[in-house]
């Protein structure tokens, strides 16, 4: 009769050991942006669903509890999805993202503008005004010049379109 007892009492508190994970959840749910300029922060310790990243390695999602790593970022478009559900996207010019434990992200970069910032006129127009430059219309520094904005602006993205290029096909959709 005792063992009987004492088989009930260890099936219990086994069930209950089970269960507690599932009852209490001790992960987060968001993650802690915080998306720095130095002459501006866009996001201070901000909680986020999601933020897709433009990393050399390739393209990054990263949600809450994410393995934490440091990853070197090019130009391209930043995703912020908010809780509230809304969708800000930012073009960097690259830069740094770092990955902390307890859901944490910082993302630190030279240059970076909101998308909405942009005009699509005034961006087809200098990417003409830069190949133009490339193709001979200009000193050897301007052209240098020119093909550094080529470069930025051809880098490649999900469907192999430049950055420049798709900030023009995000802002004429």
Not at 57 to 62: D, F, K, Q, T
Request: net charge neutral.
């Amino acid at each position: 009769m005792n063992s009987l007892r004492i088989a009930r009492a260890a099936l219990r508190v086994r069930s209950t050991a089970v269960r507690a994970p599932l009852q209490r959840r001790g992960y987060a749910e968001a993650i802690k942006l915080s998306l720095s300029l130095p002459h501006q922060a866009i996001y201070k310790s901000q909680d986020v669903v999601q933020v897709n990243i433009p990393a050399v390695s390739g393209e990054m999602g990263v949600l809450a509890n994410h393995v934490p790593s440091i990853e070197q970022l090019k130009p391209g478009l930043v995703e912020v999805i908010e809780e509230s559900g809304s969708n800000k996207q930012y073009f960097l010019s690259g830069g740094f993202a770092v990955v902390q434990p307890g859901s944490k992200l910082s993302i630190n970069a030279v240059e970076g503008y909101a998308l909405e910032d942009f005009s699509a006129e005034a961006v087809r127009a200098q990417i003409a005004e830069a190949q133009k430059i490339v193709s001979g219309g200009g000193s050897q520094q301007d052209i240098a010049e020119a093909q550094v904005e080529l470069e930025v602006s051809s880098g490649d993205r999900a469907v192999g379109c430049g950055c420049a290029v798709r900030v023009v096909w995000l802002l004429t959709r």
